[in-house]
């Protein structure tokens, strides 16, 4: 997965992170080289797939805002993203319970992953 914006840089990478036995510890999120943050799926406080009809919405409720949405870097690749047809590839905004957000461009699979584990943990 790739980090499209938030609060860590865009461009990083983003993993979901598993234990043994394959459990999801959670959600590994780079700032650099050298620097990430790992965050237990429990500290997720809202995750929601972002998709062409929704975008707005999800933008507006997860608090970004007008301004904010500008910050997330060029709304032209969240629209490329969300418009080019690549059904394998799927954009999620996630707040967490700290107030950080991010948004995440990822294989369909790793979001439906994702998707699942959240909703399991009540988050």
Sequence with gaps: ?????????????????KGFGF????????RGAFS??????????SAELVTQENQTSVIGKMGWGAV?????????????????GNRSMMV?????KD????????KSKDMQVLL???FTSGG
Excluded: N, Y
């Excluded at 997965?1 to 992170?17: E, S, T, Y």
């Excluded at 990430?36 to 406080?45: A, Q, V």
């Excluded at 999620?92 to 967490?96: E, T, V």
């Design 36 to 45: 990430k943050d790992l965050i237990p799926l429990d500290r997720i406080e």
């Design 116 to 118: 699942g584990s959240v």
């Design 1 to 17: 997965m790739k980090i499209l914006g938030g609060d860590w840089p865009a461009g990083h990478p983003a993993v979901i992170k």
């Design 92 to 96: 999620m905004a996630i707040k967490f």
């Design 99 to 106: 107030g950080r957000k991010v948004l995440l461009q990822g």
């Design 68 to 84: 904010g949405a500008v910050a997330l870097g060029p709304l032209g690749l969240l629209a490329g993203v969300l418009g080019g």
């Design 23 to 30: 459990k999801i510890e959670g959600l590994l999120l780079f």
